[in-house]
């Protein structure tokens, strides 16, 4: 029974578990999920560039983006958070003055991006050739059925995997706070730290990980219900008036992947 009050006492604390929920609610939340999903948009923009960049014939495109991609996805995401975080202001780079925060969106978007430019490029490369060869035959040029037909394909069935993504950057968010962030720019990891240095007690570091928990969970089974709809695929209604235009793309796809599969 002692060793049962002795983990109560240090993880499960109810004034210390309680007391640190409003500093969190106030901004460590907010901080958190602000971290994340500028990073993703980031990663997002640039992971596009990097797919067909790694996807294009020309050498000049292709190598650069798989550098980045082999380089950012094999370091250590603190490493890259600290070089990228205190690394540009000796070189005389204070693209934001002293201020932290963007430093770390920066470098946690740039992690981020070459994980999805890997999504992407497995998605886009999963879409049947027949496809954009059939768009090519229908008129479109090069680019138009890249962008019109098979990159919004190979997007959608990526979608479980960029949620995923997310998730990572909800939890890689905790590691800003080697730079030293300013009190109302501390994330969850960093409240819950602050606050058990501070009581001397682990419960706020465990309400810290009830709240990713609490963000995290519902994202995963978002990512379920995501990946079911994908499976069971959804039907499409199409314009009477577009009809005839899409007998003919169908029945190319399917003469050109019956082609393809001899």
């Given at each position: 029974m002692e060793i049962l009050d002795r983990?109560?006492?240090?993880?499960?604390?109810?004034?210390s578990l309680i007391g640190v929920l409003p500093t969190m609610l106030q901004y460590a939340v907010w901080n958190t999920l602000l971290l994340a999903l500028c990073a993703s948009v980031l990663g997002v923009i640039l992971g596009m560039a990097l797919a067909l960049m790694s996807m294009s014939n020309k050498i000049w495109?292709?190598?650069?983006?798989?550098?980045?991609?082999?380089?950012?996805?094999?370091?250590?995401?603190?490493?890259?958070?600290?070089?990228?975080?205190?690394?540009?202001?000796?070189?005389?780079?204070?693209?934001?003055?002293?201020?932290?925060y963007p430093l770390g969106i920066l470098a946690l978007g740039l992690i981020s991006a070459a994980y999805i430019g890997e999504i992407f490029r497995s998605g886009i490369e999963s879409v049947e050739r027949g496809q954009f060869e059939a768009s090519r035959?229908?008129?479109?040029?090069?680019?138009?059925?890249?962008?019109?037909?098979?990159?919004?394909?190979?997007?959608?069935?990526?979608?479980?995997a960029l949620v995923n993504q997310f998730i990572s950057n909800i939890k890689d968010s905790s590691l800003v706070y080697f730079l030293g962030l300013l009190t109302n720019q501390?994330?969850?990891?960093?409240?819950?730290?602050?606050?058990?240095?501070?009581?001397?007690?682990?419960s706020p570091l465990v309400t810290s990980g009830i709240m990713y928990l609490i963000i995290t969970i519902p994202l995963t089974f978002l990512v379920g219900r995501i990946d079911r709809r994908l499976k069971d695929g959804k039907k499409v209604s199409v314009p009477v008036e577009d009809a005839d235009t899409f007998d003919k793309y169908a029945d190319l796809v399917l003469t050109t992947t019956a082609k393809e599969s001899k």
């Open positions: 983990i109560f006492r240090t993880f499960f604390d109810w004034e495109l292709k190598w650069p983006a798989r550098t980045f991609i082999n380089v950012f996805r094999g370091l250590p995401a603190v490493l890259t958070i600290l070089v990228i975080g205190q690394g540009l202001s000796p070189l005389g780079l204070e693209l934001w003055g002293p201020n932290p035959a229908l008129g479109m040029s090069h680019s138009s059925a890249m962008l019109k037909v098979v990159v919004p394909q190979g997007i959608r069935r990526v979608l479980p501390r994330e969850l990891f960093r409240v819950g730290q602050d606050e058990a240095i501070t009581t001397g007690n682990l």
